[in-house]
Structures are given as structure tokens and as C-alpha cells.
């Protein structure tokens, strides 16, 4: 048989590869002017950026179309 397909796009992707390949692919700089949040802005590190979108949904779920906007 074969394995079932996944719709979920992030599908085995952790939120943490995520920020690492914005960061990767725009700096902290432009990722900061794509999505307007602190933790992108305000001297920004992955842990600190992971701790709030961990806790803000909203804020979560644009970093996570704007991951896949850029795929």
C-alpha cells in the first residue's frame, strides 16, 4: 500500500527551519520589513523569534506563508 499523502504543506517542517531559511534567504533586515514584528526588528536572534511565534498565532501564521511564498 502506499503511504498517505500530506495536504499540510509544513507537513515535517519545524518552525525553527522555517525562521533559518527566511533568515538564510532574506537577512533579518528585509525579513523584518516583509513581516513587521519585533523579534524580527528589535536585535534579533532565532530563540527569541521562535518564543514569540510559538506564542502568537497570528504572527506565526505569517511567517509561515510568507515561507511558503518564498519555496
Request: aromatic share 8%; net charge positive; glycine share 4%.
Amino acid at each position: 500500500m502506499n503511504e498517505p499523502q500530506h495536504k499540510d504543506p509544513l507537513h515535517g517542517i519545524t518552525l525553527q527551519q522555517i525562521v533559518n531559511r527566511l533568515v538564510e534567504h532574506y537577512g533579518w533586515d528585509e525579513l523584518g520589513q516583509q513581516i513587521e514584528i519585533n523579534c524580527f526588528n528589535s536585535n534579533p536572534s532565532v530563540n527569541s523569534s521562535l518564543k514569540f511565534l510559538r506564542k502568537t498565532p497570528w504572527a506565526r501564521k505569517k511567517v509561515e506563508d510568507l515561507y511558503l511564498a518564498t519555496k
